[in-house]
């Protein structure tokens, strides 16, 4: 009797684990595929990978921790407000922070050899560390928690299986973004420029389109992915520091290449995956090397299946 009441006992835990970590892993996926999507439509449109995103991510984050402690000098206390204001300030401020990388680092080297863009690209992002290290100094920054509580779906004996309204919050913005996005890039004259951009820029250019204001706006709307994914972070952790967005960064690339860098979709798809990795990991093996399972992803998918799981490969054009 004992031993069957203790096989029910522990296949309920192994269960209730199971579904919160799927939980933890879909949050921190979605937050990863946000990030990953900059990365996508960038290399989608000038073919090269922006690898100062990961640090526009970062940026954002200090900037929400910024905001946030301002509006409660103020003495504003209605959390819905401070969330949408903090909102607003932060995609403002990042997406002229996207509009910069792109005009320093990438327009003047557009003609260049492949590999100049990324030298320049790469010291930007130790130009935004160094610079938020400088201002903002090197220890973590704390914020009080801003979205608090939950409700439990599942209760097992010595287990509960809880969701927080912080998650809540990131699998819904992420899934109407998404949405908007998908929307954009689909179905508006935008989205129709940005893939004319992408098949042949200079063509493009003959039919009267402006192709740096919209390579411009692409990173732009690249830099307001990553700015909503940094205030959902430090809603969500409450701690940021000026190293978050190197980590991060080549977690969401790697989520990129994983779902096809180009692909929508396949960046969130990548991202998803990457976080459910991570937590499962985390939980049935050994959380100090998550970062070795992720990384052990990107070099079996750079080996087996460059392309991605939803990418097409390239076609040489000649």
């Not at 903002?136 to 704390?142: D, I, L, S, Y």
């Not at 820029?201 to 909503?228: C, E, H, K, Q, Y």
């Not at 991570?278 to 990107?298: G, Q, R």
Request: positive net charge.
């Amino acid at each position: 009797m004992n031993v069957v009441k203790n096989k029910k006992w522990e296949s309920g835990k192994c269960m209730a684990l199971a579904l919160q970590q799927l939980i933890n892993g879909l949050t921190l996926g979605a937050v990863y595929g946000l990030i990953a999507i900059g990365y996508t439509m960038v290399y989608g449109i000038i073919g090269m990978i922006n690898f100062a995103h990961g640090d526009i991510y970062m940026v954002s984050a200090f900037i929400a921790v910024s905001a946030f402690t301002l509006l409660a000098s103020l003495g504003i206390t209605s959390v819905p407000l401070a969330l949408l204001t903090v909102l607003l300030l932060s995609v403002l401020f990042t997406s002229v922070y996207g509009w910069a990388v792109e005009r320093t680092a990438y327009r003047p080297l557009r003609g260049s050899t492949r590999l100049a863009p990324l030298i320049s690209a790469i010291g930007m992002s130790i130009f935004l560390q160094n610079m938020v290290q400088l201002t903002q100094g090197a220890r973590v920054k704390p914020i009080p928690p801003v979205v608090v509580g939950g409700f439990d779906l599942y209760a097992s004996e010595g287990f509960t299986v809880h969701l927080a309204y912080s998650q809540l919050l990131i699998v819904i913005v992420t899934v109407a973004l998404m949405a908007a996005f998908s929307y954009v890039i689909g179905k508006t004259s935008f989205g129709r420029q940005q893939r004319a951009c992408e098949q042949d820029p200079t063509m493009t250019a003959l039919l009267g389109i402006n192709v740096d204001r919209t390579i411009s706006l692409t990173f732009m709307l690249g830099a307001t992915l990553a700015a909503v994914a940094g205030v959902l972070v430090t809603v969500y952790y409450g701690v940021v520091d000026f190293y978050i967005g190197f980590v991060a960064g080549i977690k969401a690339f790697t989520a990129a290449v994983l779902g096809g860098i180009g692909s929508m979709p396949g960046a969130m798809l990548g991202g998803l995956l990457i976080g459910l990795v991570e937590a499962f990991w985390a939980a049935y093996l050994s959380p100090e090397y998550k970062d070795v399972a992720t990384f052990s992803i990107l070099i079996l998918v750079l080996m087996f299946r460059p392309s991605g799981l939803l990418g097409r490969p390239e076609v040489e054009k000649v």
